[in-house]
Nanobody
Framework: QVQLVESGGGLMQAGGSLRLSCAAS????????MGWFRQAPGKEREFVAG????????DYADSVKGRFTISRDNAKNTVYLQTNSLKPEDTAVYYC?????????????????WGQGTQVTVSS
């Protein structure tokens, strides 16, 4: 069983930055591919970024490429999402996810474990 707890969300003005963190309670954190998703009101949950177990591979949604950076610290069982140049359309609940497979999958159905989410609100 994997438990994921996100933190770092909040209210930010457009152009600002936030660093989201996700702490995982699992003994073999380095075995998991990790990802960040987000869900805005009235919309489906969508892929934001993913990172392989060794940090050797990353993937980003086109909407955040160049502004967001995903990273992980396997010694701390934590994955991060640095969000820069925030836009009002980035407003959503951000979820951390984990999967045992090696591939970074963009579809939510491939991810086995989810956190409870952290709210990010960007004002114009």
């Amino acid at each position: 069983q994997v438990q994921l707890v996100e933190s770092g969300g909040g209210l930010m003005q457009a152009g600002g930055s936030l660093r989201l963190s996700c702490a995982a309670s699992v003994r073999t954190f380095s075995s998991y591919t990790m990802g960040w998703f987000r869900q805005a009101p009235g919309k489906e949950r969508e892929f934001v970024a993913g990172i392989s177990w060794s940090s050797g591979r990353t993937d980003y949604a086109d909407s955040v490429k160049g502004r967001f950076t995903i990273s992980r610290d396997n010694a701390k069982n934590t994955v991060y999402l640095q969000t820069n140049s925030l836009k009002p359309e980035d407003t959503a609940v951000y979820y951390c996810a984990a999967r045992l497979g090696r591939l970074i999958q963009r579809a939510t159905t491939f991810w086995e474990y989810w956190g409870q989410g952290t709210q990010v609100t960007v004002s114009s």
